[in-house]
C-alpha cells in the first residue's frame, strides 16, 4: 500500500479516535496511552513484527495488541481502537495515527511540537532543560518527543516545525569531510 494511502487512512483514525476521546473528556489518557505504544514500538521489534505482519490473522493481531493493551493499562477506549484497528487489518498505521492525533492534540492546545534525536538517551534534568529553552526561543508550550540515534554519534537534532538545528556530531563529521576533498 503506498505511503499516502498510508496517511490518508492513519489521519481518518487518528480524527475518529480524537473526536472519540474529545467527547468523553479522555484527551490526555488516551494521549498518554499512545505515547506508551508509540514507545513500546520503537523499543520492540518483536511487537513491530506483530502490528506490521500481513501473515498473521486479524484474530491473532487482535489478541496480541490486546495483550499489549491490558498488560501496559490502557484505557477502555484505546483497547477498543487497538482492537478495532486489528480487526480492520490497520495496525500498520498506527506509527502514523500516534503522530497525528498528538499533532491533532498539540494543535488544540495551541503547543508546538518538537522532535529531538539525541546519540544518547537524555537524562530527565536534560529533557527539562531543553524543553526549557525550546520554550524560550518558539515562545509558548513546546512538546517534545524525544529519540535515540546511535548513529549521531553526539549531539542533537532538533526539529519544530520546519525548522531543523542539527548540532551532531555525524553531521559535523560530513561537514568537514566535505571541506577537505576541496582542499587538495
Known amino acids: ?3 499516502e ?5 492513519a489521519d481518518r483514525y487518528a480524527t475518529a479516535l480524537f473526536e472519540l476521546a474529545d467527547s468523553s473528556g479522555s484527551l490526555d489518557q488516551v494521549a498518554g496511552d499512545l505515547k506508551t505504544l508509540q514507545a513500546m514500538l520503537r523499543e520492540s521489534a518483536d511487537l513491530r513484527r506483530v502490528v506490521d505482519s500481513p501473515v498473521l490473522s486479524r484474530n491473532d493481531q487482535g489478541k496480541a ?3 499489549v493493551a491490558k498488560a501496559a493499562g490502557f484505557s477502555e477506549l484505546t483497547n477498543k481502537f ?3 484497528a486489528a480487526q480492520n487489518r ?3 498505521t498506527l506509527s502514523g495515527v500516534i503522530a497525528s492525533y498528538l499533532g491533532r492534540l498539540a494543535a488544540r ?3 508546538k511540537s518538537a522532535t529531538v534525536a539525541s546519540a544518547v538517551a537524555l537524562s530527565p534534568a536534560q529533557q527539562d532543560a531543553l524543553t526549557t529553552a525550546l520554550k524560550a ?3 509558548g508550550n513546546v512538546a517534545v518527543d524525544v529519540k535515540v540515534d546511535p548513529s549521531l554519534l553526539g549531539g542533537l537534532v532538533v526539529q519544530v516545525g520546519s525548522r531543523m538545528v542539527d548540532s551532531s556530531l555525524k553531521t559535523k563529521l560530513q561537514h568537514l569531510k566535505l571541506a577537505m576533498k576541496g582542499v587538495g
Open 1 to 3: 500500500m503506498p505511503s
Open 5 to 9: 494511502t498510508i496517511g490518508v487512512i
Open 65 to 67: 495488541i490486546s495483550a
Open 82 to 84: 487497538l482492537g478495532l
Open 90 to 92: 490497520r495496525l500498520h
Open 109 to 111: 492546545r495551541g503547543e
Open 137 to 139: 526561543a518558539f515562545g
